[in-house]
């Protein structure tokens, strides 16, 4: 199987890092971050451009841009892990849709088109009678979306909720553990790389909405935008708070919540009790589905990270050509 | 998509159950419990099979065998929900084996035929053009086979372990909750249904033993029989060794563990801190796995029950409908 990568920052070359590592089957015919791109029908020399990246250069020609990976590279796959881009899904929307357009099956860990457009994008990849895959845009490594949609399929879920965010999973747990406050235990984030210099789109709940919308929309047949999450972030939460939630044997997490026939999108702090399998430490993430034949299913993982992540966008890979790919 | 269901006690009837309350498109053509069976290749009606079979009475004709339905009902998967021999796997073996050879998909929750002859069957099925499916065999209604054969695709397994009976989980549970000794705790476990009046293939960790063969042969290429499997069961464990975990804030619970390059399949009491995710309470299942890509993942969800059981039989019907069954 062969597949074109656009975005080499972190995910990108966790996929690489894998490929080099795995005998997976898997060649890299197109490769393009914002600044440079190769394309190469024999296989790109992965190690190299790894090398190119991590010296601070750009990972291949400048005269190389990702619209030219989309269009003139021979791929099966386009694995699309450029940021997200929450407003207008681009620059990862259009190669997204001009790959479907191209008969190419699309894997993505890029929350924006998926949140933004995921009904046109699949009537696009129906249309073409392609696949698009999008396991890595919700907890990282955690395989929630294969779960929910085969493993449960034939299920109603009438409420699914936890914990979305590593960064404020790693902050409340340091507050609760070390009696911190907010600002501190930001700057510990920070310090150990969990946050971003800013950190509205974590500690704000943005992210965590981003994932609700994009469940709400592929997989509980709701039609929302980010606009329909009501949402409370961290911010001000005190230490006393958290002391206070310690008491009663409960602590605080933020929780991403959806009742779908509710209408209800909801990220807020709330008190747990301990024992409760969602209050989770440090950077995970878990998610509990209520589903009216299975029951409660929890699922617990790394929410976040270059290896992790490239875990989800693998699976997604194997699955596609398992199906779909002759010959390969 | 036609299907035809050999065992009617609760697996079976929570399946009928669901199909009456869910318009999945699934019709059922075939049926027989031990003594008696139906054939009608225009849909069997299932409410009136329900209401002979819940008045005592068998739920067909005397006169159709469990063997008839196989060959001469009319249906694309056999789903095969006929309890336990972990000796021979028969008579429910032989009709898997049947129905693979007429080219017919299988979906069982039986796992002495999965635990006994995996590579055999699939061998058949391959053969034959057909898929063998068994996501109900372990751990109930969590998704665990589809999270790790197609989530965790590409991910190399190091440890597998967790609580895989409900009943030696409740018991646990119950015995540290209220020091009750293990009899006590027993005989109220059997009060509730949780338990048979004879509970040594639970309390022995037998069927958490032939769960742990069935991921070490189906998902982690080893090839193991329930012989393999050092085992511990609970029956000895007194209301002291509990108090004495609870005293270190810890407590005790049965643990199946895989480690595939040791060799090692083990089950066990253990101490677990009870923040740990994997002490789950009362009945629930809990299972972690150590992904090299995805890190650690914890499933939590019900391991038993009979409509928490239909859910994955019904999850592997609508995969097996999606991918293989024509015009349905």
Known sequence: MRIAILGFGSVGRGIARVLLAKDLGIAVTGLADSKSGIID??????????ARKEGGGP???PGVSPADVVAKAKYDVLVEVTPTNVET????LGHIREALRRHKHVVTSNKGPIALDYPGLRALAEANGVLLKYEATVCGAIPLIHAMQEGLAGNTISRL????NGTCNYILTRMAAEGLTYEQ?????RELGYAEADPTYDVEGIDAGIKLVILANTILDLSTTLDDVERTGITLLSPEALQLAEDQDCTIRLIGEIIPDAGVLRVSPR???KTHPLVVEGTLNAVTVEADLAGDLTFIGK???S???ASAVIGDLLYIRERYVKGS
């Open 59 to 61: 990972c291949g020609n």
């Open 303 to 305: 929410g976040a990270g």
């Open 307 to 309: 290896t992790e992540t």
């Open 271 to 273: 008190i747990i009790p």
């Open 161 to 164: 909720y936890g914990v979305f």
């Open 89 to 92: 899904g681009e620059p990862a």
């Open 41 to 50: 029908a024999g296989g790109i020399d992965l190690a190299a451009a790894l």
């Open 185 to 189: 235990a930001l700057a510990e984030a």
